[in-house]
């Protein structure tokens, strides 16, 4: 074999030994997952489902929406696979026929119609994003929606729920790399979607956040609620990290546009709603 030959030869083993070296370090980067200074993993960022699950957390079809007659398929409800483990609910009889007397007027009974806090886990299901700014001792979700939020508490189980409240009291530990919480003292006036699926003030939920990739969270939450349902249950769905450097939540103050729904009746003749144009 010749000097140039083997110059050849050598010269391609290089480039595809570089290109290996290449792949392999961007393959790790990519599967890379964030962690904190104490070597947890960092769950900082805007983060948001993508699902129809806000509509229905159980398997359903595409439905008419709200007033069709005038607003067409602008409020149709998509379709969707549902996010609930096994597919239904285990509701009590008489639980479930107050749910489907919740669905058949959802319009006016979701707690979302007054711009009430969404609660947990129906605050991670909304089509609006939702930030965690995340310390040792410490983190917080902040939500776009009315701007809601919740402080979870990391290894302080003497910290415990003195009322009830809309987006309950989180109590946090590590299992691992799992972050898993458990969030007490709920307002029973919280439902898990818009078809009226509920609970009632005894609702423990367990959450368990765990990264599947640098960009994607694992999320489980375990319902318990004996006076509702039959037996505990679990939601499960991925949460994604919006990368985009520009991103940053925005408001969503919305108890302004609920007022002209819920008080309306009582403004004064001939004035014009709040932030209505003249």
């Keep these: 074999m010749n000097i140039t030959l083997l110059k050849k030869v050598f010269l391609t083993i290089s480039i595809s030994t570089i290109a290996l070296l290449v792949s392999v370090t961007s393959n790790a980067q990519l599967t890379e997952i964030p962690k904190t ?36 398929a602008l409020t149709a409800i998509p379709a969707g696979l549902g996010i609930v483990e096994g597919g239904r609910i285990p509701y009590t009889d008489a639980a479930r026929r107050q749910r489907d007397e919740n669905k058949a007027d959802a319009v006016d009974r979701d707690p979302l119609t007054k711009c009430y806090m969404p609660g947990v886990p129906r605050g991670n299901l909304l089509p609006f994003p939702f930030q965690i700014v995340q310390s040792r001792d410490v983190i917080l979700i902040a939500h776009e929606f009315a701007e809601a939020n919740r402080i979870l508490y990391v290894d302080q189980p003497e910290l415990e729920s003195q009322v009830d409240a ?12 799992t972050l898993v919480v458990r969030v007490s003292g709920q307002m029973p006036d919280t439902w898990f979607d818009r078809a009226g699926n509920h609970h009632s003030y005894e609702m423990i939920v367990e959450e368990r956040w765990t990264y599947a990739g640098p960009n994607h969270v694992n999320y489980q939450a375990t319902i318990t609620d004996p006076s509702i349902f039959t ?26 546009f609920a007022e002209e729904y ?8 001939g004035t014009t709603r709040a932030g209505a144009r003249p």
């Design 37 to 72: 200074p104490d070597g947890k993993p960092d769950f900082s960022g805007i983060w948001q489902a993508i699902s129809s699950a806000h509509w229905d957390i159980e398997p359903h079809i595409a439905a008419y929406g709200a007033v069709p007659e005038s607003l067409g």
């Design 166 to 177: 809309w987006m309950g009291h989180s109590n946090a530990h590590w299992e691992g790399d």
């Design 231 to 256: 037996r505990p249950w679990t939601i499960s769905l991925p949460l994604y990290r919006n990368v985009d450097p520009d991103m940053q939540l925005l408001e969503f103050k919305c108890v302004e």
């Design 262 to 269: 819920m008080y309306g009746q009582y403004r004064k003749p």
